[in-house]
């Protein structure tokens, strides 16, 4: 399953991004969908993630209040809207996707398909 990741860009803190992960040629029915990041040296972590019905959503501790994650059905995209920018949300964000999870995933061994990443730079 291919997925693009898109939306990354390099802005000041306190701005606002919104990213998004397609899917190509077949929707996102049934998957759970999540966003992780690497930033430069550290491990790749979980930041958000939805289930297919979007009834469910999780959050690292670093998302809440600033992030959301959503899906547009009619796009056939996931989308992470991030606010309120920090110099320490620098990272190649990355979106992965994976069919008929019962609850979201927050290991990333608990997904299969990858997109390719998009980068983000906040600077101060």
């Known amino acids: 399953v291919q997925l693009q990741a898109s939306g990354g860009g390099s802005v000041q803190t306190g701005a606002s991004l919104r990213l998004s992960c397609a899917r190509s040629?077949?929707?996102?029915?049934?998957?759970?969908v999540a966003w992780f990041r690497r930033a430069q040296g550290k491990e790749r972590e979980f930041v958000a993630g939805?289930?297919?019905?979007?009834?469910?959503?999780r959050y690292a501790d670093s998302a809440k209040g600033r992030f959301t994650i959503s899906r547009d059905s009619a796009k056939n995209t996931v989308e992470l809207q991030l606010n309120s920018l920090k110099p320490e949300d620098t990272a190649i964000y990355y979106c992965?996707?994976?069919?008929?999870?019962?609850?979201?995933?927050?290991?990333?061994?608990?997904?299969?398909?990858w997109g390719q990443g998009t980068q983000v730079t906040v600077s101060s």
């Open positions: 992965a996707a994976t069919r008929g999870s019962v609850g979201v995933p927050t290991i990333d061994t608990g997904y299969t398909d």
């Open positions: 040629g077949r929707s996102f029915s049934n998957y759970a």
């Open positions: 939805i289930l297919n019905s979007g009834a469910s959503t």
